[in-house]
């Protein structure tokens, strides 16, 4: 800051005044300082900048090391978010494991992030959290049953599921479930064989996939001769699931009706088009990034990383397209 001082012949406060934008600088001044900044090729020093001010405005967020639709959305909409408040996102990911994820969790208060967004698909994330003492304001994404979770209500949402094709006339209905310990997957198992029950009908064998399309495509040849319809927990399983049926000679939905879930891009542009459950991930990283903001804000907040008290449910909605139809007639 001084060189540039230097080179445009004004105190280093002045320059401090232009970088922070105060509106009493005169233009000429401000254009001098701007060109010895653009001249040496200046920034600043972010943790300097920090000892001064006790502020990073940096908000670490922690995602699962995979490929999938939901943690990448997650991702997006809390650094959506986090700029339009005019916070710095610091993202890393991590391998679903407790040692990774607590080293990934200490590298982001290493940094010294104001905050904490947990993309938390499975309890072992909730484990590493418990054993770090974490004195930051904390969300946990995709388990918003959990205290200070926010999230879309997965169980509700395989219910809209359920109940869509079971209004469609379909009793013989099979799951095709995440993968287990999944806390997504275990909620939408849940609020499967919820809606089913309270039809009063027994469900088909649970197909197990991975969240691929390769397992739900796999998952097809295990489906029993008098299922009618299909949950997939997620869109990529359905998608491989109704690629399979078609290799089959098997017609989507007029023998078999699948729904997905997550609504991912894809799932309005394959034939037929996937009836799915669709989450609202932009809502999610917003409201994460408000709970921060406000805990940030609030004196007695400072120094607890605890999860607050109550979790933050948002509703799912079914979208209803081509892949289902009412069930045929025997």
């Not at 670490?60 to 990448?72: D, E, I, T």
């Not at 890393?92 to 407790?98: G, L, Y």
């Not at 009063?200 to 029993?224: K, N």
Request: proline share 6%; aromatic share 4%; no cysteine.
């Amino acid at each position: 800051m001084h060189d540039v001082a230097a080179l445009a012949g004004v105190s280093h406060i002045t320059v401090s005044r232009v970088l922070n934008d105060y509106p009493s600088i005169r233009p000429e001044t401000r254009d001098r300082v701007l060109a010895a900044i653009a001249q040496l090729g200046y920034r600043r020093n972010p943790a300097a900048r920090a000892l001064v001010t006790s502020r990073t405005r940096a908000i670490g967020v922690l995602s699962p090391a995979v490929a999938q639709h939901g943690p990448a959305s997650s991702v997006l909409a809390v650094e959506s978010a986090a700029r339009a408040h005019g916070y710095h996102p610091l993202v890393t990911a991590a391998a679903v494991e407790h040692d990774a994820t607590v080293a990934a969790l200490e590298f982001l208060l290493d940094q010294a992030v104001e905050a904490l967004v947990v993309i938390a698909p499975h309890e072992t994330v909730f484990g590493a959290i418990r054993d770090l003492d974490i004195r930051v304001p904390l969300v946990t994404l995709q388990a918003p049953d959990r205290p200070g979770g926010i999230g879309v209500d997965q169980a509700a949402g395989a219910r809209l599921a359920t109940e869509h094709l079971l209004e469609l006339g379909h009793t013989r209905i099979q799951h095709l479930a995440g993968p287990e310990r999944y806390l997504e997957a275990t909620a939408r198992r849940t609020g499967f064989a919820d809606a089913m029950a309270r039809a009063g009908l027994t469900a088909g064998a649970t197909l197990s996939g991975d969240w691929s399309a390769a397992s739900g495509f796999a998952a097809a040849a295990r489906l029993e001769p008098q299922t009618t319809a299909v949950v997939a927990a997620n869109d990529q399983m359905a998608i491989g699931l109704m690629a399979a049926l078609a290799d089959a000679g098997r017609a989507v939905p007029g023998e078999v009706a699948v729904v997905g879930f997550d609504d991912v891009p894809e799932a309005a542009y394959v034939r037929p088009a996937l009836t799915t459950v669709h989450q609202d991930f932009e809502l999610v990283g917003r409201r994460a990034v408000e709970v921060l903001l406000a805990r940030l804000r609030d004196d007695e907040a400072e120094g607890a990383g605890e999860p607050g008290a109550t979790a933050d449910v948002i509703p799912p909605r079914l979208i209803v397209r081509a892949s289902t139809a009412p069930a045929r007639r025997a």
